[in-house]
């Protein structure tokens, strides 16, 4: 989730995101990546959420990964879903036909994500079954539409095609351009599915997706005051359902307090400050010492870095091979830092100097 910038705050970033998680050590394997993008910065609190893809696997707040299931359920499954066991369920309504649910699809998608391994025929048999015994042949025929009309959907859907985002567009066009992709797949939903199984399947998607789509109208409206901005960040947030705005708040309190946490280690002078600054900002004593040990690692990692540098300074000079060159650095960093993750931290800061 967050990366460690190498130079001007190499731990900072990733010592916070781990250890407010309370899985940070500070002699664990850290993943250094040289350089900085926009989405390796920790992510700013005042920035909107982006939405999922419509049609991707994912769920605001919930996750897509399959729990693990015993060999005897498994012994049928293609090896994708093999070591799995299904995603959602099958319930009846009170007129005897399958209750259009999130979970409903959740079951859809597990199994037709196996069309690449399995036939459809195959799949549409299994499912089937599945509702057969459950209901009879009232909800066997109820799967077989539904799968008719879900199925016909996905194959439209992939023809959509993207917002076309680029680099030349402004603010405007680019919101123009998702909110009409947007709202393409809206009416492609209630085209193939009718609006309650759409509003059944991605009613939590589209919200958040209106949501998103709000926060981003309202931040690209350079005609609005700071007070007007927020207050129309929060109509959209109190539009949402209340499980989805709670969790929504409670990530924006985190990353609030994660960019404390994070303000605190660059201007903490020392140790006792870092921590008391630590604690006013909510971090528990154990993240508290897993953060000031981060932050003394890059301490004494600057320290270092400075008197490799200036050895370089006095060794270097005309005449050396670039191989040559190489291997000098290459044991001066063998004397200046003590572990092999730190002379990988020297080397791309090295990248990072000369680039």
């Known amino acids: ?22 899985s940070f050590t500070p002699e664990a394997a850290l993943i250094v990546e040289a350089g900085e993008t926009p989405d390796a910065r920790a992510p700013d609190s005042s920035a909107p959420h982006v939405a999922p893809q419509p049609d991707s696997a994912s769920r605001v707040g919930r996750p897509r ?24 369920q099958l319930e009846l309504d009170t ?29 549409r048999l ?3 079954e599945e509702a057969r015994r459950l209901g009879g042949e009232r909800a066997a025929e109820d799967m077989r539409q539904l799968l008719d009309a879900y199925l016909a959907y996905l194959r439209a859907a992939d023809s959509v095609p993207a917002a076309p985002l680029n680099a030349g567009q402004s603010p405007s066009e680019a919101l123009q351009a998702l909110e009409t992709s ?12 009718g609006e309650e199984t759409a509003q059944a399947f991605f009613g939590e998607e589209e919200a958040y997706g209106r949501y998103t ?4 109208r309202a931040e690209s409206d350079r005609a609005l005051s700071t007070s007007e901005r927020a207050q129309r960040k929060q109509v959209a947030l109190a539009q949402l359902p209340d499980k989805m705005r709670a969790r929504i708040q409670a990530q924006a309190q985190e990353e609030n307090r994660l960019e404390q946490g994070l303000e605190a280690m660059q201007a903490a002078h020392n140790t006792d400050e870092l921590d008391r600054q630590l604690a006013e900002a909510g971090y528990t004593p154990a993240q ?41 650095l290459e044991q001066l960093r063998q004397t200046y830092f003590d572990s092999p993750q730190l002379r990988e931290w020297a080397r791309l800061r090295d990248r990072i100097n000369q680039g």
């Open 1 to 22: 989730m967050y990366r460690i910038i190498v130079g001007g705050g190499l731990v900072l970033t990733l010592a916070l995101a781990l250890s407010v998680a309370d």
């Open 65 to 88: 990964h399959h729990v693990q299931a015993s060999v005897s359920e498994t012994d049928f499954r293609p090896p994708s879903l093999a070591g799995t066991a299904e995603d959602g």
């Open 126 to 128: 299994r499912l089937e």
């Open 213 to 216: 789509l709000d926060v981003l």
């Open 288 to 328: 508290r010492q897993t953060a000031i040990a981060a932050w003394q690692l890059e301490r004494e990692f600057d320290a270092a870095y400075a008197r490799y540098r200036e050895a370089i300074r006095q060794t270097s000079g005309p005449g050396l091979s670039a191989t040559d060159q190489q291997a000098a």
């Open 95 to 123: 007129a005897g036909r399958l209750k259009r649910s999130l979970a409903l699809r959740d079951r859809l998608d597990y199994w037709l994500s196996a069309l690449h391994e399995l036939p459809e025929s195959d799949i």
């Open 182 to 193: 947007f709202e393409a797949l809206q009416a492609l939903r209630i085209d193939y599915l």
